[in-house]
């Protein structure tokens, strides 16, 4: 019996240095058959010479620029598996992953099985990091979803995922004037209510972390955004499905939204302070989540290693170094939000390090910035 065909969408914008490794990884599938598509994005690198440069072996779609929802939707219309992956062109495949997720596949009540994802540096190196963190989720989710909106279940970005066909021809075209980013997070949401998820637990595929991230790179401002759009979006899904959910509407607005609300008010509180197109350490970013404060300057986790957040430093003389690393490759402010204020009583001698080599310009309940262009 001949088995299932099995569709990798690449999706590319102006990622050409990372896009060979990606369809490599696509095209290196221990399953076969497996049909490789690469949709360009309106690329304005080097990316569709690449895509030439493979001919028959990958089936290009080249598209003005649309933004990510765009490119999901036409990739798939081209496509014919019965299982689809959606690969983002700086990310890796392992060879086992669309094998494990079509065995999983094949029960007919399952409609999508996810992954953790390996954290890698710009030149595929391992990070020691599992993206997400947490467990991913698994079974029936339809009841948790309901009440926790999109904050149901968790679940893995666009490379940690495979589709069931009959469940995107379900919900696919998306609207692409609302996922020009994040469009994983679409499918991932309405996904409970059209069966069963399944998880595999080892890491199926490599995300790098690069100084292009988008995610990295948006503010909590705009993720805020993003997230009441997905709730409308939801709600408008289950209506049309006739889908009741009594008053869980009154109820999405969990730990999460609270959260992303409370890191727009820090923003907006510190955006006097520090000046646009400025780097600034954060402290204990982790606690912080991964978007930005400010719309118009970046943050640097603290400690940091290949802009990933990497934890507390053993000790004084370490944080001492590692600030001056920072503050020497150009950050111009030091910033303390309450989560990390037991920094200031723990790490004695780097407190008073700062403070009395630097001026401090705002302390209050909420935050403690030092403006490292000025001398105490």
Same mark, same amino acid.
């Given at each position: 019996?001949?088995?299932?065909?099995?569709?990798?969408?690449?999706?590319?914008?102006?990622?050409?240095?990372?896009?060979? %490794?990606?369809? &490599?990884?696509?095209?290196?599938?221990?399953? +076969?058959?497996?049909?490789?598509?690469?949709?360009?994005?309106?690329?304005?690198?080097?990316?569709?010479?690449?895509?030439?440069?493979?001919? &028959?072996?990958?089936?290009? /779609?080249?598209? !003005?620029?649309?933004?990510?929802?765009?490119?999901?939707?036409?990739?798939?219309?081209?496509?014919?598996?019965?299982?689809?992956?959606?690969?983002?062109?700086?990310?890796?495949?392992?060879?086992?992953?669309?094998?494990?997720?079509? &065995?999983?596949?094949?029960?007919?009540?399952?409609?999508?099985?996810?992954?953790?994802?390996?954290?890698?540096?710009?030149?595929?190196?391992?990070?020691?990091?599992?993206?997400?963190?947490?467990?991913?989720?698994?079974?029936?989710?339809?009841?948790?979803?309901?009440?926790?909106?999109?904050?149901?279940?968790?679940?893995?970005?666009?490379?940690?995922?495979?589709?069931?066909?009959?469940?995107? !021809?379900?919900?696919?075209?998306?609207?692409?004037?609302?996922?020009?980013?994040?469009?994983?997070?679409?499918?991932?949401?309405?996904?409970?209510?059209?069966?069963?998820?399944?998880?595999?637990?080892? =890491? +199926?595929?490599?995300?790098?972390?690069?100084?292009?991230?988008?995610?990295?790179?948006?503010?909590?401002?705009?993720?805020?955004?993003?997230?009441?759009?997905?709730?409308?979006?939801?709600?408008?899904?289950?209506?049309?499905?006739?889908?009741?959910?009594?008053?869980?509407?009154?109820?999405?607005?969990?730990?999460?939204?609270?959260?992303? +609300?409370?890191?727009?008010? /820090?923003?907006? !509180?510190?955006?006097?302070?520090?000046?646009? %197109? +400025?780097?600034?350490?954060?402290?204990?970013?982790?606690?912080?989540?991964?978007?930005?404060?400010?719309?118009?300057?970046?943050?640097?986790?603290?400690?940091?290693?290949?802009?990933? =957040?990497?934890?507390?430093?053993?000790?004084?003389?370490?944080?001492?170094? %590692?600030?001056?690393?920072?503050?020497?490759?150009?950050?111009?402010?030091?910033?303390?939000?309450?989560?990390?204020?037991?920094?200031?009583?723990?790490?004695?001698?780097?407190?008073?390090?700062?403070?009395?080599?630097?001026?401090?310009?705002?302390?209050?309940?909420?935050?403690?910035?030092?403006?490292?262009?000025?001398?105490?």
């Amino acid at each position: 019996m001949q088995k299932p065909l099995a569709s990798i969408i690449i999706n590319n914008y102006n990622y050409g240095h990372f896009l060979p %490794e990606a369809i &490599e990884s696509a095209l290196n599938q221990d399953y +076969q058959p497996t049909e490789v598509i690469v949709v360009d994005d309106g690329s304005t690198d080097n990316s569709r010479q690449i895509v030439a440069d493979y001919g &028959e072996r990958i089936i290009p /779609l080249l598209k !003005e620029n649309g933004g990510q929802g765009s490119a999901f939707n036409s990739g798939f219309e081209i496509s014919q598996g019965k299982t689809i992956c959606f690969l983002d062109a700086d990310d890796v495949l392992l060879p086992t992953a669309i094998g494990k997720a079509v &065995e999983l596949l094949h029960d007919p009540n399952v409609v999508k099985v996810h992954w953790p994802l390996s954290a890698v540096d710009v030149h595929g190196k391992l990070l020691g990091k599992l993206i997400p963190e947490d467990p991913l989720s698994e079974g029936d989710l339809r009841d948790a979803q309901i009440k926790g909106g999109i904050e149901g279940h968790i679940f893995s970005p666009t490379s940690g995922n495979a589709w069931s066909r009959s469940y995107l !021809e379900k919900i696919l075209p998306l609207p692409e004037s609302r996922y020009r980013f994040n469009a994983d997070s679409y499918l991932a949401i309405l996904a409970p209510f059209s069966g069963s998820i399944k998880r595999i637990p080892e =890491y +199926q595929a490599l995300y790098r972390i690069h100084a292009s991230n988008g995610t990295s790179k948006r503010s909590y401002n705009w993720r805020l955004n993003h997230y009441h759009n997905e709730v409308a979006v939801l709600r408008e899904y289950l209506e049309e499905q006739g889908i009741q959910i009594d008053d869980a509407f009154e109820h999405w607005k969990g730990s999460y939204h609270q959260s992303l +609300q409370s890191m727009v008010d /820090l923003g907006q !509180e510190l955006e006097p302070f520090i000046p646009g %197109e +400025q780097e600034y350490i954060l402290v204990d970013m982790n606690q912080f989540g991964q978007h930005q404060l400010l719309e118009n300057s970046q943050s640097i986790p603290f400690l940091e290693k290949n802009r990933l =957040y990497w934890g507390p430093p053993t000790d004084d003389a370490i944080a001492i170094q %590692e600030f001056e690393r920072l503050h020497g490759a150009g950050a111009s402010f030091i910033v303390f939000g309450w989560p990390a204020f037991w920094w200031l009583d723990y790490y004695i001698e780097f407190a008073r390090y700062l403070r009395t080599k630097f001026r401090c310009v705002l302390e209050n309940e909420r935050l403690v910035v030092f403006d490292l262009r000025i001398l105490a």
